[in-house]
């Protein structure tokens, strides 16, 4: 079991210690890489911090738009895409190796992780650019995305992602957050789904829907109102800590 969190995107939770205290219940966190969130300093900090912890640490590139926290797609070619997420990561990784860590995955944000769940084109860009930048990095992806698909066929590691504090479509997708019930704040419900998960292969949809879900790691939103409740509850039932 992996216990996935994003971090290094809001200075506010960091320095009140609000994300301080999720990392004592993770096992790995996706650091933002500056273009929807957080600035050199806030994400060198998350790092340290992380490499105190021994989390394992992945790089969380974006859509380059921090108007809108990377959350809404964005029209553009294959080659600018391939460059900023190769600055994006490169960039990431020169920080946390500076802080004697060693990047150990990848996983997408917000729109671009949804849009390269089912677009074969932008999944491509991303596992070209994970291989060329270091191929035994592990890719973060949802359950027979086309980011899986496109991973496997170059002989990447995935690590298959659920969430916890997310429901979902009948077509394994996220509910988008613009609808109602898109999160689960409550921590014994998430609890909950990520027992049916884990343990039968099995999520209920918003619709009432039972449908197959296989995950590798688990993620929670670090900027949920209730996120360290629902990572102290996930950490208590898998590890006992």
């Known amino acids: 079991m992996d216990i996935n969190c994003d971090m290094g995107e809001m200075s506010k939770s960091w320095y009140s210690g609000y994300d301080k205290d999720i ?8 650091v933002s890489c500056g273009a ?4 050199e300093g806030l994400i060198t900090d998350t790092v340290k911090e992380a490499v105190k912890q021994k989390l394992k640490i992945g790089a969380h590139p974006s859509f380059p738009d921090a108007l809108n926290f990377g959350r809404v797609v964005m029209e553009i070619s294959s080659e600018d895409l391939r460059q900023t997420l190769f600055q ?15 990047l150990h995955h990848l996983k997408p944000h917000g729109a671009l992780y949804n849009l390269a769940a089912q677009d074969v084109r932008v999944a491509s860009v991303l596992v070209n650019v994970l291989r060329d930048i270091d191929k035994s ?34 077509d394994g997708s996220l509910v988008k957050r613009s609808k109602g019930n898109a999160l689960i ?34 993620c929670i939103h670090g900027d949920g109102s209730k996120a360290v409740e629902i990572a102290s509850s996930l950490s208590h039932y898998f590890f006992n800590k």
Not at 23 to 30: A, C, E, Q, Y
Not at 139 to 152: G, M, N, Q, R
């Open 23 to 30: 990392l004592s219940f993770v096992t790995s966190i996706n």
């Open 36 to 39: 929807h969130a957080g600035d």
């Open 88 to 102: 994006q990561i490169l960039f990431l990784k020169g920080i946390v190796e500076k802080e004697g860590g060693k």
């Open 137 to 170: 990095l592990i890719l973060y992806c949802p359950f027979k995305s086309a980011l899986e698909k496109e991973a496997t066929k170059l002989g990447l590691t995935v690590w298959r992602e659920a969430f916890a504090d997310r429901t979902y479509e009948k």
């Open 185 to 218: 704040l409550d921590p014994l419900l998430a609890l909950e789904q990520v027992k049916g998960i884990w343990d039968f292969k099995r999520v209920k949809t918003l619709g009432g829907e039972v449908i197959v879900m296989e995950a590798d790691t688990i």
